[in-house]
């Protein structure tokens, strides 16, 4: 039989269903940047009130004013919630003790020493436990190793003596956000949430239902995270199979593309995955070494992520090694040559430069004393060891004076017409010119 005390708790877990259903909950997102604040205008779009809690005053004042800085965030969707009220920022902590549901998107880098550094995600939860109120709602969307949820942040907001999924509710909900993709978009992936207790699982059931077509549970916080950790450790290792067979087709002669794409004719039991010159961004150079990291706690050697991490990390060498040969080849040295590099944000048609394997390229070509340009329509300026380069324009003058363009990132509004005919030599790490065959066209 139910007790009194069981009896007032369900009503409570009911009665926040209810109120999230009918808007009558306020949001606060902490952490309003490529995730935070898509997240933060979905959940304005559908009604609710949002409070961003945001530590970086100028994004505070921007989205204050409507003006957006994240490319897939349009600055009039963004004014349009914030005149309605539904959207505002701060960066006040105080906020976080006058809403019902708070969701952490903040950074999980890594350390000099390549370890993860959760000290963000701590900040915002030691911030969240000063102001801790009955019947609150916590989400983490921070990528990071399993336990964080149940045995990081539980306990931190446990210290003032409320309790865990029954004063408060917490859960893992892994963000599967892919910037610059506008075919998926918020609403249309598919969010796994998984809860400290079924209580908690079951409420940010329903509150993600509100802004996302399909919500999978799973039974606990700490398979939610490690969901999110095996699709980018899938990601890492398949990227890192096809840049191991890149460097094979390359002694053998074949171009790696080509088999690439009759391979992926096979209906079944295949997923084309391309290489490149290497991995970046704010995830799949990090989220499988969260992974390992925790392996080895438990003495568990994740031998295929090391192994994907030193493939990746080699690309960026093997594609100035590249250029190192075709020029000469020419009868040109690297050292004082003219080098374009196309693209330097770390894939298309995003402006994120994060991890970007563009910038190892640029430091290597600096070391071997080349003489380095950059064209990218998203990045005006980039600051590589105390240097300022600032993008040049794509056009005939600048691409033909070049011994060589290197394509690092294959933006879909580039001219590759003009790449192909007026360049002397091209490396192409991304395939864009496939359609052109040339032999001073290199593919990687
Ligand atoms: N970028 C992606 O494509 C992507 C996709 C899926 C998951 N993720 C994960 O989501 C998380 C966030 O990534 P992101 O790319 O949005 O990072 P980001 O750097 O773009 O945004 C994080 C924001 O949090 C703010 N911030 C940091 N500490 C704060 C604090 N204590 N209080 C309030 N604000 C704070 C920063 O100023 C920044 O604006 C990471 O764990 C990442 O791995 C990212």
């Not at 390992?292 to 003495?299: L, N, T």
């Amino acid at each position: 039989m139910e007790t009194i005390k069981e009896g007032r708790e369900k009503d409570m877990v009911e009665e926040l269903k209810r109120k999230i259903i009918n808007r009558e909950v306020k949001i606060s997102v902490i952490g309003l940047g490529y995730v935070g604040l898509p997240l933060a205008l979905e959940f304005a779009r559908e009604g609710f009130e949002v409070i961003g809690l945001e530590v970086d005053g100028e994004r505070v004042k921007k989205i204050n004013r409507g003006v957006s800085y994240i490319l897939d965030v349009p600055s009039k969707e963004l004014k349009t919630q914030v005149k309605e009220k539904r959207l505002k920022a701060t960066s006040k902590t105080e906020v976080l003790g006058k809403v019902e549901i708070i969701i952490i998107c903040v950074p999980t880098p890594l350390r000099k020493t390549r370890e993860p550094d959760i000290s963000y995600i701590l900040e915002a939860a030691q911030n969240i436990a000063h102001y801790l109120k009955k019947g609150q709602i916590i989400v983490l969307e921070s990528t990071t190793y399993p336990g964080t949820t149940e045995e990081i942040i539980l306990p931190l907001l446990e210290e003032k003596g409320l309790k865990g999924g029954k004063d408060f509710f917490l859960a893992f909900s892994p963000e599967r956000i892919d910037p610059g993709n506008t075919q998926f978009t918020t609403r249309d992936i598919p969010k796994v949430v998984g809860g400290i207790n079924p209580e908690s699982t079951s409420l940010v059931y329903t509150l993600y239902h509100q802004i996302i077509r399909e919500v999978i549970t799973v039974s606990s916080a700490k398979v939610a995270e490690m969901v999110k950790l095996l699709e980018n450790t899938f990601r890492a290792v398949n990227i890192a199979l096809a840049n191991e067979m890149a460097l094979l087709c390359d002694k053998l002669k074949i171009n790696v593309w080509e088999v690439i794409l009759a391979a992926k004719t096979k209906p079944f039991g295949f997923m084309a995955f391309y290489p490149g010159p290497g991995i970046g961004g704010h995830c799949i150079p990090y989220d499988p070494i969260y992974l390992s990291w925790k392996a080895r706690a438990y003495g568990f050697e994740a031998r295929f992520i090391e192994l994907a991490q030193q493939i990746n990390a080699y690309m960026p060498h093997y594609i100035v090694d590249k250029a190192t040969l075709a020029l000469n080849a020419l009868g040109k040295p690297l050292k004082n040559s003219e080098i374009l590099i196309v693209g330097v944000t770390y894939k298309r048609d995003v402006a994120d430069i994060r991890e970007s394997p563009a910038l190892e390229i640029i430091k290597l070509l600096n070391a071997r004393e080349s003489r380095v340009s950059y064209h990218d329509p998203y990045i005006p300026e980039l600051r590589i060891e105390d240097k300022i380069y600032k993008s040049v324009p794509l056009n005939v003058e600048t691409v033909r004076d070049k011994d060589c363009v290197l394509i690092v990132t294959d933006h879909l509004s580039l001219d590759y017409g003009l790449i192909a005919q007026e360049a002397k030599l091209v490396i192409d790490t991304r395939n864009a010119l496939g359609t052109y065959r040339d032999k001073k066209i290199i593919p990687i």
